[in-house]
């Protein structure tokens, strides 16, 4: 079940790799678990992979998300979808990526440098979503971020991941994604 995620996502094979939503001069880089369902509120019409049609000179935006956090909930998503396959799942969580969702920020960034002239990036959280609207005026209401405490399988699935969520697996899971942490704390300054 795991993906050789280097080879399907840095070549653009993967079915998401790649996607953006073009809104006026911006390349909105769509990173699963990175409020992308929130980014796509309303505008399907816009959303089109960047491996089909390259935008040249344009600016990209991506929303960066706390990679541990993002891992989570990429993996209630891996388990809501696999609910025949929580076991096999749960007992080899040290492997860290099973489906493409788990592909770390970084790598859709470095594939997306070759398509735009520059990257400005925003933290995933209110605050960052609010700063973002205020520049660009996307939404005249800004959504809600999607939360897991509004689905009561995916709390039952979280409280599953919890009991298996140790120090060991956190460390595997900062290992793997480095190149997201280094990421954050040189855009924003913080080490998380």
């Not at 816009?46 to 040249?56: A, G, L, M, T, Y």
């Not at 388990?79 to 749960?90: D, F, H, V």
């Not at 897991?148 to 956190?170: A, P, Q, R, V």
Request: aromatic share 14%.
């Amino acid at each position: 079940m795991k993906i050789q995620y280097e080879k399907d996502f840095v070549s653009g094979k993967g079915s998401d790799f790649g996607d953006c939503l073009h809104y006026k001069d911006l390349v909105i880089v769509l990173i699963s678990k990175n409020c992308s369902t929130t980014l796509s509120h309303n505008r399907d019409e816009f959303r089109k992979s960047i491996n089909d049609r390259p935008v040249e000179k344009a600016k990209a935006i991506a929303f960066l998300r706390n990679p541990i956090l993002r891992w989570k909930s990429s993996m209630l998503e891996t388990l809501y979808r696999n609910p025949n396959k929580i076991s096999y799942i749960l007992n080899n969580l040290h492997q860290i990526v099973f489906e493409e969702v788990q592909t770390p920020q970084y790598l859709h960034i470095e594939h997306i440098k070759q398509y735009v002239e520059s990257f400005e990036y925003y933290y995933i959280d209110d605050d960052g979503l609010r700063k973002f609207n205020t520049k660009y005026k996307y939404w005249d209401n800004i959504p809600h971020l999607n939360e897991t405490i509004k689905n009561s399988k995916k709390l039952f699935f979280l409280s599953l991941l919890n009991k298996f969520y140790n120090d060991e697996l956190e460390k595997l899971v900062r290992d793997f994604y480095k190149k997201d942490f280094e990421l954050i704390e040189e855009v924003f300054g913080e080490h998380i």
